[in-house]
Nanobody, 121 residues
Framework: QVQVVESGGGLVQPGGSLRLSCAVS????????MGWYRQAPGKQRESVAG???????NYADSVKGRFTISRDNAKNTVYLQMNSLKVEDTAVYYC???????????????WGQGTQVTVSS
C-alpha cells in the first residue's frame, strides 16, 4: 500500500501565505514525479505545480511567481509554498505522486485525499 497525506490547508486572507505538505509512505521502491493539483467548485481539476525526481519544475501560469514547489527525497515529501494568495486560489488541493511499489514493475499515480484552501476576507 502507498499512502499520500496532505496537510497545511486552511483559511487565509487575500495576500496571505500558506504552506502545504504532502508525505508519501508505504511500500515504495521509488518516487518519480510529484505534484500539486487543485479543484475549485464547478471546475475541473487542474495542475498547479510539478517536480521530477531530478528537480525539474513546472508551474501553471496562474501561480508563477507566487507559488514554490519543493521536495525532500529523503522524507518522500513535497511542499507547496503559496504566497500572495488570491480569492481565485480557493480550491481543494490534491497531492499526486508517480511511484513504483516494492516488488512491482509498473509505475502508478497515487493521490491524496485533498486539503481545503480558502482565500477570503
Amino acid at each position: 500500500q502507498v499512502q499520500v497525506v496532505e496537510s497545511g490547508g486552511g483559511l487565509v486572507q487575500p495576500g496571505g501565505s500558506l504552506r502545504l505538505s504532502c508525505a508519501v509512505s508505504g511500500s515504495i521502491f521509488e518516487i518519480y514525479a510529484m505534484g500539486w493539483y487543485r479543484q475549485a467548485p464547478g471546475k475541473q481539476r487542474e495542475s498547479v505545480a510539478g517536480i521530477t525526481s531530478g528537480g525539474a519544475i513546472n508551474y501553471a501560469d496562474s501561480v508563477k511567481g507566487r507559488f514554490t514547489i519543493s521536495r525532500d527525497n529523503a522524507k518522500n515529501t513535497v511542499y507547496l509554498q503559496m504566497n500572495s494568495l488570491k480569492v481565485e486560489d480557493t480550491a481543494v488541493y490534491y497531492c499526486n505522486c508517480n511511484a513504483r511499489r516494492v516488488g512491482a514493475f509498473a509505475r502508478y499515480d497515487y493521490w491524496g485525499q485533498g486539503t481545503q484552501v480558502t482565500v477570503s476576507s
